[in-house]
């Protein structure tokens, strides 16, 4: 009985995604196109997973259960996808004359920047859309209140928002009083005050020269500059996240509100990426460092959900390779939540881990996906080409993908 309400379940949501996907024309969110036409590509923004609060972009509370379009982009050659957490871009390859883009997917909320400009949607308490207000926002909405400053790359915590301008320069934004014990996100943002920001502000910190890197959690942030030193601040009750050692201690609440550089790294960083509980950092010279409570959340930690992706739930103390990858080439990995996803030079999507929301874009899924499965696109008669995944971000319960729709 259980399992024929769940089969009658699906049948209802494909056909409303079906039907929704067929009569509802794909917004163009965003075109720049040189004189030469012949130099255009077009890009298609998808999302799936639960949508409850808006953050899949489609209008409605919905839930999807494979990718589905939000938004098309027309842009011209070259463009660029900014550096994330996940992906380590050549220093030769870094700066380039045309269009970059970045995708985030935070608890509740999804943000896209193309071409200096930041869309966010999703839910809005706390304020962590950056417009002002609390109010839950449906629709990739453009933010304008960051300046003149063109935006370079967003990161989306749990309650709390941050993005990096092409000046190097951090603002952030957002923080439930009452989801963070009365602290302010335990001062995830950086403002050496533990207050609520409705709107961007300013980082102020102590590092010379310009930001180039930024990534963020649930409730702490890091930052790089541009000569590789790391800035960290947020929550950091006792579990060494923020890799500051002993030293003063939090200023707060089990938070630090003033962006500390972790003086414990002797060679410069080239990446960093911010879990719930940890910190992991990408040298110059490939090496990978991290810090933190490796014992939960780790990709070689807790696997109680499947994310770690090697066909059980056991935890692993020492990184393993993923035998169902092995035999691929990785260019882009992304973990949020409990799930998991890589994106292969062929630009081919798989995804692994906690399936119970969809979140992992493949129809009939166990709620524990513990190896890696390919995410499949539907495919319609718009006259575009195949998907070529670029980039893929994964929140708690929903995902989303820029793929490119013609060769480039």
Same mark, same amino acid.
């Given at each position: 009985?259980?399992?024929?309400?769940?089969?009658?379940?699906?049948?209802?949501?494909?056909?409303?995604?079906?039907?929704?996907?067929?009569?509802?024309?794909?917004?163009?969110?965003?075109?720049?196109?040189?004189?030469?036409?012949?130099?255009?590509?077009?890009?298609?923004?998808?999302?799936?997973?639960?949508?409850?609060?808006?953050?899949?972009?489609?209008?409605?509370?919905?839930?999807?259960?494979?990718?589905?379009?939000?938004?098309?982009?027309?842009?011209?050659?070259?463009?660029?996808?900014?550096?994330?957490?996940?992906?380590?871009?050549?220093?030769?390859?870094?700066?380039?004359?045309?269009?970059?883009?970045?995708?985030?997917?935070?608890?509740?909320?999804?943000?896209?920047?193309?071409?200096?400009?930041?869309?966010?949607?999703?839910?809005?308490?706390?304020?962590?859309?950056?417009?002002?207000?609390?109010?839950?926002?449906?629709?990739?909405?453009?933010?304008?209140?960051?300046?003149?400053?063109? +935006?370079?790359? @967003?990161?989306? =915590? %749990?309650?709390?928002?941050?993005? $990096? &301008?092409?000046? *190097?320069?951090?603002?952030? /934004?957002?923080?439930?009083?009452?989801?963070?014990?009365?602290?302010?996100?335990?001062?995830?943002?950086?403002?050496?005050?533990?207050?609520?920001?409705?709107?961007?502000?300013?980082?102020?910190?102590?590092?010379?020269?310009?930001?180039?890197?930024?990534?963020?959690?649930?409730?702490?942030?890091?930052?790089?500059?541009?000569?590789?030193?790391?800035?960290?601040?947020?929550?950091?009750?006792?579990?060494?996240?923020?890799?500051?050692?002993?030293?003063?201690?939090?200023?707060?609440?089990?938070?630090?509100?003033?962006?500390?550089?972790?003086?414990?790294?002797?060679?410069? +960083?080239?990446? @960093?990426?911010? =879990? %719930?509980?940890?910190?992991?950092? $990408? &040298?110059?010279? *490939?090496?990978?460092?991290? /810090?933190?409570?490796?014992?939960?959340?780790?990709?070689?930690?807790?696997?109680?959900?499947?994310?770690?992706?090697?066909?059980?739930?056991?935890?692993?103390?020492?990184?393993?390779?993923?035998?169902?990858?092995?035999?691929?080439?990785?260019?882009?990995?992304?973990?949020?939540?409990?799930?998991?996803?890589?994106?292969?030079?062929?630009?081919?999507?798989?995804?692994?881990?906690?399936?119970?929301?969809?979140?992992?874009?493949?129809?009939?899924?166990?709620?524990?996906?513990?190896?890696?499965?390919?995410?499949?696109?539907?495919?319609?008669?718009?006259?575009?080409?195949?998907?070529?995944?670029?980039?893929?971000?994964?929140?708690?319960?929903?995902?989303?993908?820029?793929?490119?729709?013609?060769?480039?």
């Amino acid at each position: 009985m259980l399992l024929r309400q769940r089969l009658t379940t699906l049948t209802r949501q494909c056909r409303h995604l079906s039907t929704s996907s067929s009569s509802t024309k794909i917004p163009l969110l965003y075109t720049h196109t040189n004189e030469n036409q012949n130099d255009a590509v077009t890009l298609q923004l998808l999302s799936w997973g639960r949508g409850a609060s808006g953050q899949l972009g489609g209008g409605i509370e919905e839930v999807r259960l494979y990718p589905a379009p939000v938004a098309n982009l027309s842009l011209s050659l070259p463009f660029t996808i900014s550096q994330t957490s996940g992906r380590l871009v050549q220093k030769d390859s870094e700066v380039g004359s045309g269009s970059s883009l970045n995708i985030s997917c935070g608890l509740f909320h999804s943000g896209l920047v193309v071409d200096g400009k930041l869309w966010v949607w999703g839910k809005g308490d706390g304020g962590r859309l950056g417009f002002g207000h609390e109010n839950s926002v449906f629709v990739p909405s453009l933010n304008p209140y960051l300046g003149d400053d063109p +935006v370079q790359c @967003v990161a989306l =915590g %749990g309650v709390h928002s941050v993005a $990096l &301008t092409s000046l *190097g320069k951090i603002f952030t /934004w957002a923080l439930s009083l009452k989801v963070c014990r009365g602290y302010g996100g335990f001062g995830a943002l950086g403002h050496s005050v533990y207050h609520r920001e409705l709107f961007p502000r300013l980082v102020e910190g102590s590092w010379n020269g310009k930001i180039r890197h930024i990534a963020t959690s649930g409730t702490h942030t890091a930052a790089i500059t541009e000569s590789g030193e790391l800035y960290t601040w947020g929550r950091d009750e006792g579990d060494g996240r923020l890799g500051l050692g002993p030293g003063p201690g939090p200023n707060e609440g089990g938070g630090l509100s003033i962006p500390s550089k972790v003086k414990a790294l002797p060679v410069s +960083v080239a990446a @960093v990426s911010c =879990g %719930g509980f940890f910190t992991t950092v $990408l &040298t110059e010279e *490939g090496q990978l460092w991290n /810090w933190g409570d490796e014992g939960k959340v780790l990709s070689w930690g807790y696997g109680g959900h499947g994310q770690l992706g090697h066909s059980s739930t056991e935890n692993l103390k020492v990184p393993v390779v993923i035998e169902a990858l092995a035999d691929k080439r990785v260019v882009y990995i992304a973990c949020g939540g409990s799930s998991s996803a890589a994106i292969t030079d062929k630009g081919k999507l798989y995804m692994w881990g906690n399936a119970k929301d969809s979140q992992l874009g493949v129809p009939g899924l166990p709620e524990v996906q513990l190896c890696p499965v390919e995410v499949k696109f539907l495919t319609e008669d718009d006259g575009l080409g195949p998907h070529k995944v670029l980039s893929v971000a994964v929140g708690a319960s929903h995902a989303m993908c820029l793929v490119s729709r013609s060769c480039c």
